[in-house]
């Protein structure tokens, strides 16, 4: 499995973006979806996961500004009312595949909020 996610880029703070993730396979193959970020020199923590049952779950600072989506191919992740400190590279997962249990990350998306 590929992923290629795109959609980050530069906005100012109190703006949205809407990063997204394109599968080559299917993404109901997967356990769960997700978004992490990471910034240098720091840990890459989770941002959102949806799982194939459509159950989301959020990172503290996500909740009420993120929401995390998926189709058969694409996992979404709309970003609003963004502040700096949410300025990172963006990671996209398959996590935990159906038969193998492997999982699969993108080459991530920068976001840079300005304030």
């Known amino acids: 499995v590929q992923l290629q996610a795109s959609g980050g880029g530069l906005v100012q703070a109190g703006g949205a973006l809407r990063p997204s993730c394109a599968a080559s396979?299917?993404?109901?193959?997967?356990?769960?979806m997700g978004w992490y970020r990471q910034v240098p020199g720091k840990q890459r923590d989770m941002v959102a996961t949806?799982?194939?049952?459509?159950i989301t779950s959020y990172a503290d600072s996500a909740k009420g500004r993120f929401t995390i989506s998926r189709d058969k191919n694409t996992v979404l992740l709309q970003m609003n009312s963004l502040k700096p400190e949410d300025t990172a590279v963006y990671y996209c997962?398959?996590?935990?595949?159906?038969?193998?249990?492997?999982?699969?990350w993108g080459q991530g998306t920068l976001v840079t909020v300005s304030s």
């Open positions: 396979g299917s993404t109901f193959s997967f356990n769960a």
């Open positions: 949806i799982t194939r049952g459509g």
């Open positions: 997962a398959a996590l935990g595949h159906v038969f193998t249990n492997y999982d699969y």
